[in-house]
């Protein structure tokens, strides 16, 4: 594939020099403009390891350069059964990317002139362990990806300074990060062996007739709306399953656990407001991640097709067929193919849920905290007030059962305010001061004891999940004449002209996925979405195809990139589905 021009001269990796050769380079263009940082582009070799300055930056407050270390086997020294495996291998990369992380606080100095002179950088991690470009284990070498801020003094180069990054810095911090002797092994371990526990532990769960799992002694809460890291051990109540849902599993490092098991259903989490209901859900939303020793979500596994669903008005839909929840809308507008640029509370949750069943969803997650009240419920007396024919929406509650038993996805729902669903749920368990006790026998006895006498209104069957297929030409990611793709956050990604909203898509976890996920759109764009295939189609090839060659496949003709993160393809076809210019076309009905 061509390299642009104005890249080609920075990605001559020509042959390699040696290290003194980088630091001459250094020292010859001292006191000059900033472009003269273009020359030290190259591969160089260290002795322990190859060092490669793959992009240079324009000025000191451009995007920094980017760099590669590469570590030979014998210098590495990792043992064949860290990265024996997939799960493996992954973890390991995410402590080398950590330990990485540790050793520049600790050997960089950081500030050394004008804009992001000096600094050193690889991608942050949160608390859960993912698959990311920014370190790469294969056949024992190791290579970190990383940018390095060139320093300046104004628009001049300060050779000296970089003399000191390049040969004591980064050394250090290469071979601190880099060589499993300078790391702490049973930590590497540990991490590597808890990864591969959750894996596997994930992969159990069908066999069990569970869709999740949460060991017993796991630490739900977090330490604040604003952090991820577990709350303290002394004030947090550590989980603890009932009996009559504990199961044991054997897990391949950890041996035998215990653990609350959810089985396949639908499972409603009750209690009284602030008893621990929402932070159980959240934590079963993220059990489709990966977490790090210490988490306290280690044991918290859900299985991989794991939906979280809410409200999201505002939202824009495109054409999607929420026939199942809405019908006999207003002014006659079709919920076959539904469009609007603005939907409400429940036209976007359902929209969320038939889009999230669209793309293979098997368990979906909600929260009564971030539901439209009205498309969760409608009890005897409004069916008494407002006939069926005038209310368009058909309450969750009247489908729930048919995703079950006709689509085979199971629902968790956290359900303070209603106790109607008591009628439709398989499993009932309530938090009490955050301890879940299984009521699934007491909610049966009430709900015989006080019925409803509401009227079911789901009709037979629960509907056509209508697949679509996303058209090429409405998705277009270049602002004037060049592609402008830019996660602003981890909730909002630029897209050209569009700026994607995704705060409310809350399986996102880090702003390395949402930049991943800018340039698989357009990735997308161009490869798979071809006016014929479905948006599951195309985009479960483009999974396939990273499987197979890696994420590296993502990145832009000519590029090395080290700043993704791998999203699932839930979030994926979320952003797609955000974009406001996209357009569709249903796939035409084949059966009836
Ligand atoms: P609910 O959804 O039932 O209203 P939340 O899940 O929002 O309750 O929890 C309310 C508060 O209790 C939160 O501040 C949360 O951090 C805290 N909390 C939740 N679970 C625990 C626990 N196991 N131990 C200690 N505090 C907890
Ligand atoms: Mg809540």
Redesign the pocket.
Known sequence: MAIPPRERDDLVVARVLPASELLQRLARIDGRGYKAYKSIAGEYDFGDFRLIIDHVQGDPYAAPTSVRAVLDPEVAGFPGKLYANRSRRIALEDYLNRAFLRAISRFVKGHRGSGKSGMVAILPCGQEILERTSVRVSGGRVEFRFVVGLPARGRTVLGREAQVMFSEEIPKVVKAAGCYRNLDTAAVERHVATAEDQDALREMLPGMGLVAFIGDGSI???RSGVSDEP?NRD???PFRSPPSLRVRVCLPNRGEVTGMGIPFGVTLIV?G???????LLRALERGVYNHIPGDGRELVCTLAETVKIRAEDGRRVEKVDITPFIQNLPQGQDTTCFSTEEASGSTSQAANIMEALEMGAKVLCLDE?TSATNFMIRDVRMQHLVAKEKEPITPFIDKVRQLVTEKGVSVIL?M?GSGDYFDVADTVIM?DE?VPYDVTQQAREVAERFRTGRKEEGGGRFGRVTPRIPLPHSIDARRGSKVKITPRTEERLQFGREEIQLAYVEQLVDVAQTRAIGDMIHLAQARYFDGRKTMAEALTQLMRDIDRHGLDMIAPPGRIRGDYARPRIFELAAAVNRLRTLKVRQLPRRDS
Do not use: I
Not at 273 to 279: L, V
């Open positions: 739900l809460p977090r709350m004030r947090a109540v209690g407001g602030y008893h621990g209901k929402s932070t905290d956290v303070g938090m955050y």
